[in-house]
């Protein structure tokens, strides 16, 4: 399907589904025939069973052969083995059927190239393969091949997963949010996540898209899903898997699909306005607490209500972890809340209540009100452990309340431990509107995502052609570009360099260029690892001996350089990755830079604003203000070249696998890039 309309119709005409044919239904009782019978069954499309091997499955008839109905289905569920897989997706799509479900894993050689024609040639939506099919609550249309709650909980949510044991989890997690769709995505051979969001989004009734991805697939059209959704003011939050090295073997074992690591999935994330979450606690605590119908207003900083001095420290010493900001309150805050709190106790935030234990309720109440109005704090939370008072005292729960009923601010309550948590309690709360956060690190996160919301949008890329971009690619596509001279090109400051190929050739260019030099080897990548790099050759006879040297052991094609500034060595450039597409990768540079592994990576392209962003994210960021002594060096020259970098791979990213400028020297005078390669 390659028609935007066509593709949209199909994958509405699936997870809208009217009429829905079960192809291996069964009579056996707790088979997956039946169970897909059942599930079916609870929806609200007309439903055909076809299996030969039944004239009946419960009161209903059973047809042999999808060609035996009598009209063309929205939808064909296929629990059949692989070896029928292919047979049976062709007799959908000879009867007219708009998309299917495969429950099956596909694994048989060639199946999934199969499949994915099949579904091409026909026009079909697929959910699938390997995948437990979805639910569409808002038309109540239920495609499952394993029995899940019915009714499934009711709300805002629409959810896409790779994995077929986190859907299950998060339909039966319990917590203060439901759904509008649910999908269960698998191997997404023809219809993807990027499909799933787009229709989410013409739902005006999503309030958050919530999606657990393995793989990035169809990363390009996956980006302007989620960048719309940053424009229609509907949160996404992602949890990736597989970003480690030996979680991206396992996910290619599992599914046999590519994932992205760490570093292209937060770069993805931050070019979408996504949030970006690290695991499941974390997850269902932050699509609860942005399911909730408070908002803030503006972006800002937490605050927290604590009845424990020592819990109140904790809390602390993760918000700093996760760099979580507490927020400034105003003095007339801090007023307020010292005429309310009992003596001893100091007015700040975090702020500690707990005194003589007079009046709870009351008191708990007026701060939380204080501090929600504070219009330095996005989202305020009472962080308490909310156990089972054997009193029957609910005092904790109804100052929340309370203060919910005289804001329309955010207002969540923390508990530390999810064990300990009053189940009846908790329920009230979130049938109040008030999101109840089971864990301290985890709430913490999302009540920083909160309060961080939205995240700013970098620039969207922009597709229109150049002069630039079209001088480039056709010198590309002639053949190698000097290094420097595409560098030079984008507006990137580099050194004064010759190439030369005998020591008639480097004495000249030095005589041209000026003394002292940098001699450098054109015979290797890695060239100070083995001896490829002189510098500061004051005259001929440095120049000769040093040339001699490096002929004699790594060829004698060599570069004739300017000897730069002293100053702090970055690395900058772009590398193509086959998820995500070009990469920017900014890193404290020279021959250390893999050791010291500090880098930060964006997609392009990049303002000045972003870029900036980016050198804030590196651990050596300090050196470049000065350090001990030291003078400050040209930052706004460095972020300059990083948008050059930035503007290259926009253009250049699709025809170019790197380019790298390793180091450029950063200097009070200036920027330089010294040594520069592409690929």
Known sequence: MTDVAGRAAAVGAMLGARSVAVVGASARPDSFGARMVLEAQRGSAQTHLVNPRYDMVGSQQCL?????????????????PDSALAEQLRLAAA??????????????????????AIAAEAGMAVCGAGCMGFANNALGVRALGYLEP??????????????????????????????????????????DTADYVSYALDDPDTRVIALLLETPRAASRLRVALRRAADQGVPVVILTVGGSPLGRSMVAAHSG????????????????????????????????????????????????????????????????????????????????????????????????VWGTGAD?????????????????????????????????????????????????????????????????????????????????????????????WPLPLPPATDATETPRRRHWLDRLASGPVPAFELLAGYGVPVVQSRAAHSLEEALSAADAIGYPVALKTLGAEHKSDVGGVALGIADEAALSI???????????????????????????????????????????????????????????????????QLLDRLRIRPLLDGWRGS?????????????????MADDLGEAVDAVEANPVIVSPEGVVAVDALVI
């Open 631 to 647: 003078r400050a060096v040209d930052v706004d020259g460095l972020v300059d070249v990083i948008v050059g970098f930035a503007a």
């Open 150 to 191: 019915d009714p499934l909980p009711v709300g805002g949510v629409s959810l896409v997963t790779h994995s077929g044991s986190a859907f299950s989890t998060l339909l039966r997690c319990n917590r203060g949010f439901g759904f509008r769709l649910a999908v269960s995505s698998g191997q997404e051979l023809v219809t």
């Open 360 to 452: 709870t309720r009351a008191l708990f109440g007026a701060c939380l009100r204080v501090i929600s109005e504070d219009p330095a704090v996005a989202v305020t939370a009472l962080a308490v452990d909310l156990v089972t008072e054997y009193d029957g005292d609910t005092d904790y729960a109804d100052a929340v309340l309370d203060a919910a009923k005289s804001t329309v601010a955010p207002l969540a309550v923390l508990a530390s431990v999810p064990s300990a948590i009053d189940s009846d309690v908790a329920r009230v709360l979130r049938e109040n509107g008030i999101p109840v956060l089971e864990g301290t690190r985890s709430g913490l996160a999302a009540l920083g995502h909160l309060a961080s």
């Open 257 to 352: 699909a590519l994932a992205g690591d760490a570093a292209g999935w937060a770069a993805f994330c931050a070019s979408t306005g996504a949030i970006r979450v690290t695991d499941l606690t974390e997850f269902t605590d932050t699509i609860e607490l942005f399911a909730t119908p408070r908002r803030a207003v503006a972006r800002g900083g937490i605050a927290t209500v604590h009845d424990s001095g020592a819990e109140r420290a904790l809390c602390v010493d993760l918000a700093h972890d996760l760099g979580v900001p507490f927020a400034g309150l105003a003095q007339d805050t801090l007023t307020a809340l010292g005429d309310l709190l009992d003596e001893g106790l100091v007015a700040t935030n975090p702020l500690d």
């Open 546 to 612: 040093a040339y001699a040297a490096m002929a004699e052991s790594l060829g004698p094609v060599v570069s004739v350089d300017t000897m730069a500034d002293d100053g702090i060595e970055i690395s900058v450039g772009f590398v193509r990755d086959p998820a995500f597409g070009p990469l920017i990768v900014v890193a404290a540079g020279g021959v250390l830079v893999e050791l010291h592994a500090d880098r930060a990576v964006a997609c392009p392209p990049l303002a000045s604003r972003d870029a900036r």
């Open 95 to 116: 009867i007219g059927a708009r998309s299917a479900v495969l429950f099956g894993s596909a694994h048989t050689a060639g199946l999934r190239e199969t499949v994915q």
């Open 64 to 80: 042999p052969s999808l060609a035996a109905l009598d009209h063309s289905p929205d939808l064909v569920l296929l629990g059949v």
